[in-house]
């Protein structure tokens, strides 16, 4: 069963995401921002993250950044899901590293459908 | 609506579009028709079941529209696109080289999704169809879906279906709320209104076509209609792909399987195979 990080500062947010994701068979480790998405990489690389862009502490731009700095770090698929919805945000996630990008709202067939594209499903 | 009232309903769908309304299908006809009824100030679908046996009534068009599934989305079932890159360009462009002209149909395109999955698809082949004039041609029996489909602008929801999020930003540009694809891929497409159960000699040869998921709602001799007359247009070696659910064993032998890619088919006199890639590719003759 592979493992997917959910980052997102909002409970509700995490929890349909979690329910999706449990449904396609992840197993889901939860985080609320880019600091604890961190520590949750450094005990154990997931294959997949579902990463918010803005949160406290540490923003999801920033936490990929880093991320894909970590020795490892290059291996999770990284699939932004967040409210930034326009070309500049979309194309500086791909630069920095994200393999998909959700724009919210979202439901189950497009986090498959994303999933998919990026070979997690 | 009364059991007559359905009866009428099915006839007149089979006649003007092929689709095939099963008998325990009356709940589907009564939710896709009620908002169509209340638009026009009917109180039920049996008014306007009435209505359209009046022979001065024009709701007819309106009625097929409503019933006629339009699901799509881009890169549907992505194989078929793969085989369109990775297959079927490479052997037409091989097939083609003198005439540096090849010519497809989207047969079902309903609001755009395919025919501009196909021409982006051709974009990302880059150089290697420099010089050559690829001319894509998307029917639908629905107008308004057509209309749709030359706007070119979809919803968040729809680019998020299918659509890799590089061919997004390359491809699309962010107007208000919705996304619409790029002139220049919208001029590679050109849309045309057509009924699959009517002549469509006039079109002119292709050497692709796309015919997915439109087979599934006709009767088998409607079925057997349309894939004879989409092999009378097509030469020899000449592609026809059809959707994930669908085949012509068993319906018709004016085509062949592909022994090695599903939903891939040949004209089945084909006498000289267009030069594929592998070896495994090539078709029986």
Known sequence: MKTCLVVDDSSVIRKVARRILESLDFKIVEAEDGEQALDACRQQLPEAILLDWNMPKMDGYEFLRMLRRMPGGDKPKVVFCTTENDVAHIARALHAGANEYIMKPFDKEIVEAKFQEVGLI | ?285
Request: aromatic share 10%; hydrophobic share 45%.
């Open chain 2, 1 to 285: 609506m009364t059991p007559e009232d359905f009866d009428y309903l099915r006839k007149m769908l089979r006649e003007r579009s092929g689709l095939v309304l099963s008998v325990d299908k009356q709940y589907l006809a009564e939710s896709r028709l009620l908002p169509l009824a209340r638009r026009h100030g009917f109180a039920s679908v049996g008014e306007l079941v009435a209505q359209l046996k009046m022979p001065s009534c024009t709701l007819a068009t309106e009625v097929v529209d409503a019933m006629t599934t339009n699901e799509t989305f881009f890169f549907r079932d992505k194989i078929p696109f793969e085989l369109l890159r990775d297959s079927v360009m490479p052997a037409l462009l091989a097939a083609r080289s003198h005439t540096k002209r090849v010519r497809i149909w989207c047969t079902a395109a309903s609001t755009g999704q395919e025919p501009y999955s196909i021409a982006m698809t051709l974009r990302e082949m880059g150089a290697r169809l420099a010089g050559f004039q690829v001319d894509i041609l998307a029917t639908d029996l629905v107008v308004g879906a057509l209309d749709r489909a030359r706007n070119g602008l979809y919803t968040q929801f729809e680019v998020q279906r299918g659509l890799p999020i590089q061919l997004l930003i390359k491809y699309f540009t962010k107007v208000g709320e919705m996304w619409q694809i790029a002139p220049e891929l919208r001029a590679m497409v050109q849309f045309r209104p057509l009924n699959l159960l009517y002549d469509f000699s006039t079109l002119g040869l292709f050497d692709l076509v796309f015919c997915r998921n439109v087979l599934i709602y006709f009767d088998q001799s409607t079925k057997v209609s349309v894939l004879d007359r989409i092999a009378r247009q097509m030469p020899d070696d000449g592609f026809l792909i059809l959707g994930a659910a669908e085949t012509v064993v068993g319906l018709t032998e004016a085509f062949t399987p592909h022994p090695d890619k599903r939903g891939l088919y040949r004209p089945s006199n084909a006498g000289a195979p267009a030069r594929l890639g592998a070896p495994k590719l090539a078709v029986r003759a």
